[in-house]
């Protein structure tokens, strides 16, 4: 018969093995988003901070946002939106906002407050970015 310290112990040692496995997924996450984010077909010159040189064609029916073209920022803000959401349920969100929004934009809202105020950021990323997210999965 086990003792109760023996099955503390077990419990203690499968914490730490969900700890680890939780940072992995986490990692594998960024990751991937890094690596779709560098196959962007259609990634703008960046000539500066906050510059940057595309085809104006590019811009005809889409918002004109960095974070929307330039597949980095747009990872930078899928990471930030999930952050403090639970590593194991990151697919699932990211499915259910590839089908709850049918259009070519998805918008990832941040909330947060400074000095009393309620600030709302709304920031498009480009559906076929996700998408692709999906298919190297």
């Known amino acids: 018969m086990e003792?109760?310290?023996d099955i503390n112990l077990q419990i203690e040692e499968?914490?730490?093995?969900?700890?680890?496995l939780d940072e992995k997924l986490g990692k594998a996450y960024t990751e991937l988003l890094n690596i779709v984010a560098s196959e962007n077909p259609n990634?703008?010159?960046k000539?500066?901070?906050?510059m940057y040189i595309m085809k104006h064609s590019d811009l005809i029916g889409n918002p004109w946002t960095p974070v929307y073209f330039d597949w980095e920022e747009s990872a930078k803000v899928i990471l930030d939106f999930l952050k403090s959401k639970p590593k194991t349920e990151w697919h699932k969100i990211l499915k259910e906002m590839l089908n709850k929004n049918k259009g070519k934009i998805i918008t990832f809202q941040s909330v947060y407050y400074v000095n009393g105020y309620r600030y709302v950021n709304n920031q498009p990323i480009n559906r076929k970015f996700i998408e692709l997210l999906f298919e190297k999965m």
């Open 3 to 5: 003792t109760i310290q």
């Open 14 to 20: 499968l914490a730490n093995q969900a700890k680890m």
């Open 43 to 45: 990634k703008p010159k």
């Open 47 to 50: 000539i500066g901070k906050g």
